[in-house]
């Protein structure tokens, strides 16, 4: 799988290959009817399905039913917004390797017939009193300034609702015209299913490649995630480390003179707790002081811009991590 990975990163480094527009209307049922099967041809034939750092412009259908399907399977494409990247070509990768296929990260036949379950993979949701109660004010950027708040929370339903449902904001804006995400309000969102459960025996970081990988006792991949660490500023350790332990909702201490300053800060912080704090919603402690694998308030940054030598996914994916972990499983550096 490594290899594969390894020429995955040299192709999407190559240069931008033309795209046409999306033609199919942006809606539940053109998701749910949508067939995957239209992005086994050439890249410069699909709309949504594109190379290095160039998009459509308007998600397709298409790659919003593959993402939501790969996600399901375990095999996390990240954020779900219906635009090709590198996070959803590792992704397919994975599922491959999670299915015993040739790990190539082509979408043939032997590959759509196991991934596609011909299942709507868009739902509906009523939002409720409890969404909207939830909301806290904008968050701001300063550490000292966060260091005064109780807790650090969604700053809008769209945002609560958008990592409920793995999506991006505008994905899910696009998707419901004129909902003003009120109590009451039905809208529709992509239905992502339960999260994976089961052992995980080991945990791989691949620095290279910007991606977690989950085994079983077994040595069977069941679970991979796209992944910032670390950067060429703040490395993330090399080597085997141990998970220590798991907090859910986890406070942050800030302290300049161990990890990093922000801006004027020069004071040791303790910064409150909120899917919207600097680890975000879930932080797996490792046995290397300081360093851990944890979640995120900005889950469509993952794998575009560095860590401060961390391990960081979005929210759900180290909350469905941590759920998989325990003590003692170790955790390998690669790259």
Known sequence: MRTALLALIVLLAAPAMAQQPVLATLTADAINTANIAILTAAPANIPGWTLAGQRAALPN????????????????????????????????????????????????QDVLLALEDNQPVIGTYVVSDEDVAAIVAPIPSDYAEMAQRDFLGYTSVQEELGERFHMDIDLLNALNPGSNFAPGDTIVAAATGTDLTGEVARIEADKTLRQVRAYDASDRLIAAYPATIGSEDNPSPSGTHTVEGVAAMPTYTYNPKINFQ?????????????????????????????????????????????????VRLTNWDANELARMVKPGVPVVFMG
């Open 262 to 310: 922000q801006g004027e800060n020069t004071s040791v912080l303790t910064i409150p707790p909120g899917p919207n704090g600097p680890v975000g919603s879930m932080w797996i402690d490792l046995s290397e002081p300081t360093f851990g694998i944890h979640g995120t308030p900005s889950p469509s940054k993952i794998d575009k811009t560095g860590s401060h030598g961390c």
């Open 61 to 108: 259908p298409a790659m919003i039913r593959l993402q939501i399907l790969l996600d399901r399977a375990g095999a996390s494409p990240g954020v779900i917004d219906g635009f090709d990247g590198d996070n959803v070509r590792k992704a397919v990768l994975a599922f491959e390797a999670m299915g015993g296929f040739p790990v190539d990260g082509q979408l043939d």
